[in-house]
Nanobody, 120 residues
Framework: QVQFVESGGGSVQPGGSLRLSCVAS????????MSWYLQAPGKERELVAS????????KYADSVKGRFTISRDNAKNTMYLQMNSLKPEDTAVYYCNLPPSSGRPYGDYWGQGTQVTVSS
């Protein structure tokens, strides 16, 4: 029943910006920390950023720190990833899900992701 629907990806030139959205359902969204992940071609999925529920604490992978901003709107069961100063290395499919520390108690379910392509 848990479901994640990612959107907002697209093609952009280096230095450009995108804002990704993730609509979650099937679990009490506001009571869980949430994360964004990426998967580049031929690579395993990796953690990009996480956001807490209570204290507003955020964490970022070193590769995106200072360029990406994670946020959430609990009233809409939605999480966002503002991506600025995009680089070709950011090209990947982006997914949202519970963070690894959650143990994913609702199951290891993933959405289709949203494709981000950065090229000139």
């Amino acid at each position: 029943q848990v479901q994640f629907v990612e959107s907002g990806g697209g093609s952009v030139q280096p230095g450009g910006s995108l804002r990704l959205s993730c609509v979650a359902s099937g679990f009490p969204f506001s009571t869980y920390a949430m994360s964004w992940y990426l998967q580049a071609p031929g690579k395993e999925r990796e953690l990009v950023a996480s956001i807490s529920t209570v204290a507003g604490i955020t964490k970022y992978a070193d590769s995106v720190k200072g360029r990406f901003t994670i946020s959430r709107d609990n009233a809409k069961n939605t999480m966002y990833l503002q991506m600025n100063s995009l680089k070709p290395e950011d090209t990947a499919v982006y997914y949202c899900n519970l963070p690894p520390s959650s143990g994913r108690p609702y199951g290891d379910y993933w959405g289709q992701g949203t494709q981000v392509t950065v090229s000139s």
